[in-house]
């Protein structure tokens, strides 16, 4: 079992940066890829960005390339979603989420077992 809760949203404006973290409980944290993905309001939920267990490995969704970073510290059990350059578009509830396996080319939800609470992100024009 692992309980993920994530934290660091908030109101940005349109160029600002955020950071958010995923603290995980349990010992097997370092076993898992994550993943963080996002929803905004009346749309499905949509992949962001992935990462293998050790972190030398990611893959981000194109509307995210070049401007969200993530990383994972697995002596803190903590898995990270840098953002920079923040476009209204970016508005959603943002969920980290544990992943059977890393890959760069499957990004659904279907792999991953355990999801954070999520942490809202609003981006102003």
């Known amino acids: 079992q692992v309980q993920l809760v994530e934290s660091g949203g908030g109101l940005v404006q349109a160029g600002g940066s955020l950071r958010l973290s995923c603290a995980a409980s349990g010992r097997t944290f370092s076993r898992y890829a994550m993943a963080w993905f996002r929803q905004a309001p009346g749309k499905e939920r949509e992949f962001v960005a992935t990462i293998n267990w050790s972190g030398g490995s990611t893959y981000y969704a194109d509307s995210v390339k070049g401007r969200f970073t993530i990383s994972r510290d697995n002596a803190k059990n903590t898995v990270y979603l840098q953002m920079n350059s923040l476009k209204p578009e970016d508005t959603a509830v943002y969920y980290c989420?544990?992943?059977?396996?890393?890959?760069?080319?499957?990004?659904?939800?279907?792999?991953?077992?355990?999801w954070g609470q999520g942490t809202q992100v609003t981006v102003s024009s």
């Open positions: 989420a544990t992943r059977r396996y890393y890959s760069d080319t499957y990004h659904e939800t279907d792999i991953s077992d355990y």
